[in-house]
């Protein structure tokens, strides 16, 4: 699933798509991937902007679409509306022959429509951006002593900070040598330094690996390119000890961490 820094070199290429024209018309090819995405025809995209793993596009009126590309989703600007792959689900015809589109194999993507200064409620339940000032470490620290959950489900709810999935929490949990199953609010100050530390570090990383896997056409599979540490190396040999990397399940999905080093 894309996460943070997929969902980031998506909107970079967006971006470098610009400048934008006037959106003059849209289509689905299934009733459920897009809500509301004729109201925005007639406006004029202003900005691409990424919240969480939620794509903004921003239009000239203060509304904005927000598209989250699920499991396969990408969105890619097209240089003939006219011409659609297969595995397109929606798209948006701009004034000059271009199209956005959203290239989904899975289908799961989606697209909606949202009013001006609708943003702040439609996110309230997401926590700071990784490298925003509002990620502190204090911010870090309260969210930990909140709760008695493992500290990577808290990482993976998106509230305490935003952007860790499944790939990136388990590496920013090794790089910190804390077991993703010790509970929140057990963690020591220096513990969650480190960890503070180790998720904008993984985090960057993850955004440059992210970013290079685009630059080439075709699919992309989250953390293709990043070299993962423990995730997806059960009975490796551990890195930095003599251990052994582990898999156990924790809120549904498989944990990648070493017993010997991550206490
Ligand atoms: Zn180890």
Not at 179 to 208: F, N, Q
Request: glycine share 10%; charged share 25%.
């Amino acid at each position: 699933m894309p996460e943070l820094p997929e969902v980031e070199a998506v909107a970079c290429k967006l971006r470098a798509a610009e400048p934008w024209c006037r959106i003059v018309g849209c289509g689905q090819f299934r009733p459920t991937t897009m809500q509301g995405g004729g109201r925005a025809i007639g406006q004029r995209i202003v900005a691409v902007d990424r919240r969480g793993k939620h794509l903004l596009l921003r239009l000239g009126n203060g509304c904005f679409l927000r598209v989250h590309l699920k499991m396969t989703g990408n969105l890619t600007v097209a240089q003939d509306a006219r011409m659609h792959a297969s595995t397109v689900r929606a798209w948006f015809a701009l004034d000059d022959g271009r199209a956005i589109v959203l290239d989904d194999p899975r289908a799961l993507g989606r697209i909606s429509f949202h009013e001006k200064g609708s943003e702040d409620g439609l996110f309230a339940g997401l926590g700071p951006e990784p490298f925003d000032a509002a990620f502190t470490l204090d911010h870090l620290v309260r969210a930990a002593k909140a709760t008695k959950k493992p500290i990577k489900l808290l990482l993976m709810e998106q509230k305490a900070v935003v952007g860790l999935g499944n790939i990136y929490a388990a590496e920013a949990l090794f790089q910190a040598a804390i077991h993703p199953a010790r509970p929140a609010h057990r963690l020591s100050r220096p513990k969650l330094e480190a960890l503070y530390t180790a998720i904008r570090e993984v985090l960057g990383a993850a955004m440059s690996s992210a970013a290079m896997a685009y630059e080439r056409p075709g699919e992309f599979s989250e953390g293709e390119s990043f070299p993962a540490a423990v995730y997806g190396r059960e009975g490796a040999p551990c890195l930095r000890c003599a251990g052994t990397v582990r898999r156990m399940p924790q809120g549904g999905r498989s944990t990648y961490y070493c017993p010997k080093c991550q206490k």
